[in-house]
C-alpha cells in the first residue's frame, strides 16, 4: 500500500469541510465584489498531502454549487448579476484546482510504487547476496585484495587453513603464505593473467603460520572498471590437501610395486654375485705381485662394486625400509655428530649451525641417515658458500631447517622431486631424497624442499616433539 494512504489522516476531511462552511458563511457576510469564491480553492490544496481520487473533485463540486448559492445569498440583494465574473472565475479555478491535486496524487502514487518496487528488489537482491556469500563461506576459502595484491577480506576458512588471525593478513598480500614450491615464472604469468582482466584458474601449494603445507584448487576473478583495468580481484579456493596426498600415496605405492619386484631381483641375482666377485677380487689383489702389469685397475674395479652395491643398499632400503625404533633423540648431539660427518666427507664445506635444539620422538639412525643426506646434497650444491643449519621448535613440531646456495630446484623435477631415480647431481642415482623423503614419513614427519629468497634451496625435517609423557620413559 502507498505511503501516502498508510499515513493519509481522517482530520483533512474533517478539516476541509470546516474550511468550506466558513468561507461559505463569509461570503454570505460579504459583498460581491471580494473574491471570496476564491477561498474555496484552499480545502482543495488540503489535499495534496494525500488524498483518494474522489475527494478533490467532491470538494470542488461542494463549492461549485455554495459559490451559485452565494449569489442569492449575500449582501448584494440576491442580484444574480452581482459579482457573477468573479464567481465564474472562482469556480474554473476550483475545478482546475481539483484536476491538479488529482493528477499530482495519481503521480505521487505512481512514484511511490514504483519507489516500492525497486526497493523491494534491492532488497531482494541484497538478500540473494547475502545467502550466497554465506554459502561461500561455508564451503569455500574466500579472500579478496586491491590491484596491488594487498588482501582486504579474508572469510573464516582462510584464516582456519592458513592458521593466520585475520588482523595479520588484512593489509598484508599472499606472499605471507607463500610456500616458494612454484617457479617465479609460474607467479609472473598468473599475475600477467589477472592483471590482463582474465580469470586464472590452477593449484597453489601454501604454507600455514605454523610451517605446514597445504595445497588449494584457486580460481582468482579480476574486477574492472569501465576502462578495462583491474581495481579488485576475488579469490575463491577449494582445499584439496588430502586429494594431492592421494596422488602423491598412489604414485609412491605403483614406484614401491615396481621397486619390490625388482628388489627381489636385485637381491637374488646381483648382490650375491657382487659379493662374490668383490671377494674373488680382492683375494687376486693380495696374490698378484705388486709389479704385475694391469694389477692397478683392481682398485678401481673394486671400488665401482662398491659403488654398485650401495645403489643395491639403497634400492633395497626404499623399496622394503625397516620398522622404526621410535625413542626420544636430542637433536642437538645428533645433528653436531652428522655436521661433523658431512664436513668430513665434503673438505672445505663450511656448515653453520643455529639453534637450540630440541626433544623429538623418532628413530636415531634414520634421523641420522635422512640429515645426513640432505647436508651432503646441501654441501656440494653450495660449493665455497656456506650452508646453514637452523633448529626450532614450532608448537608439537621440531624443524631442522638446511639452506644452501645452490642453483635452486629445476622446474622440472619440482613435482617429482621425491620420485625415485631422478636426479639433478651427475652421477646421482635419484634415491637419495626419495629414501628420506621415505624415512622421515615413517617417523610420523615430513620433509619439503622449497626455493630460498636470493637462490638456493632450503631442506625442511619436521619430527614430532617428545611429548612429557616420553621424555619420562
Given amino acids: 500500500m502507498p505511503l501516502r494512504h498508510v499515513a493519509r489522516p ?19 457576510i460579504t459583498p460581491p465584489g471580494y473574491a471570496v469564491p476564491m477561498l474555496y480553492i484552499v480545502p482543495t490544496v488540503l489535499f495534496l498531502g494525500g488524498a483518494r481520487f474522489a475527494e478533490p473533485l467532491v470538494v470542488a463540486a461542494v463549492a461549485t454549487i455554495l459559490i451559485v448559492i452565494g449569489l442569492y445569498m449575500g449582501p448584494g440583494g440576491g442580484d444574480p448579476t452581482v459579482g457573477l465574473a468573479n464567481r465564474g472565475l472562482a469556480i474554473v479555478l476550483e475545478w482546475v484546482t481539483a484536476a491538479l491535486v488529482v493528477l499530482y496524487g495519481r503521480t505521487v502514487e505512481r512514484w511511490t510504487s514504483e519507489i516500492q518496487t525497486a526497493g523491494d528488489a534491492q532488497k531482494t537482491s541484497l538478500r540473494r547476496l547475502q545467502q ?6 561455508q564451503s569455500a576459502i574466500v579472500a579478496a585484495t586491491d590491484q596491488t595484491g594487498t588482501i582486504t577480506y579474508v572469510n573464516d576458512k582462510f584464516c582456519e587453513i592458513s592458521k593466520y588471525p585475520r588482523d595479520e593478513l588484512i593489509g598484508r598480500d599472499h606472499r605471507l603464505i607463500n610456500s616458494k614450491h612454484h617457479p617465479k615464472e609460474f ?8 592483471a590482463n582482466g582474465h580469470v586464472w584458474r590452477g593449484e597453489l601449494r601454501n ?10 584448487d584457486t580460481t582468482i576473478v579480476p574486477f574492472v572498471n569501465e576502462r578495462g583495468k583491474p581495481w579488485q580481484y576475488l579469490a575463491i579456493r577449494y582445499d584439496i590437501t588430502q586429494r594431492k596426498l592421494a596422488e602423491e600415496r598412489l604414485r609412491n605405492e605403483a614406484a614401491l610395486t615396481q621397486l619390490g619386484r625388482m628388489s627381489a631381483v636385485v637381491a637374488h641375482e646381483v648382490r650375491n654375485p657382487l659379493a662374490a666377485l668383490r671377494g674373488s677380487l680382492q683375494v687376486l689383489a693380495t696374490r698378484l705381485p705388486a709389479d704385475l702389469p694391469g694389477r692397478e685397475i683392481i682398485t678401481p674395479m673394486l671400488a665401482r662394486i662398491d659403488a654398485l652395491n650401495h645403489t643395491v643398499k639403497d634400492i633395497l632400503t626404499y623399496s622394503k625400509p625397516s620398522a622404526p625404533k621410535l625413542q626420544v633423540i636430542a637433536l642437538a648431539p645428533l645433528v653436531a655428530d652428522v655436521v661433523a660427518a658431512a664436513r668430513a666427507a665434503v673438505p672445505g664445506a663450511t656448515i653453520d649451525v643455529d639453534g637450540e635444539g630440541g626433544l623429538v620422538r623418532g628413530d636415531p639412525e634414520m634421523t641420522r641417515a635422512v640429515l645426513l643426506n640432505l647436508l651432503l646434497n646441501a654441501a656440494y650444491a653450495s660449493g665455497p658458500s656456506p650452508v646453514q643449519v637452523q633448529i626450532a621448535v614450532h608448537g608439537e613440531a621440531c624443524e631442522i631447517a638446511i639452506h644452501d646456495r645452490g642453483p635452486g630446484l629445476p622446474p622440472e623435477v619440482r613435482e617429482h622431486l621425491f620420485e625415485p631415480f631422478i636426479s639433478t647431481r651427475p652421477g646421482g642415482t635419484g634415491l637419495g631424497l626419495p629414501i628420506a623423503h621415505r624415512l622421515t614419513q615413517l617417523q610420523g614427519g615430513g620433509l619439503t624442499l622449497q626455493d630460498r629468497d636470493g637462490g638456493g634451496t632450503t631442506a625442511v625435517v619436521r619430527l614430532a616433539a617428545a611429548t612429557p609423557q616420553a621424555r619420562s620413559k
Fill in 187 to 194: 607467479i609472473r604469468e598468473l599475475w600477467r593473467t589477472i
Fill in 10 to 28: 481522517a482530520l483533512w476531511n474533517v478539516s476541509a469541510a470546516a474550511l468550506v462552511a466558513l468561507i461559505f458563511w463569509i461570503d454570505t
Fill in 207 to 216: 604454507q600455514a603460520k605454523d610451517g605446514s603445507i597445504y595445497w588449494v
Fill in 132 to 137: 550466497i556469500e554465506y554459502a561461500l563461506d
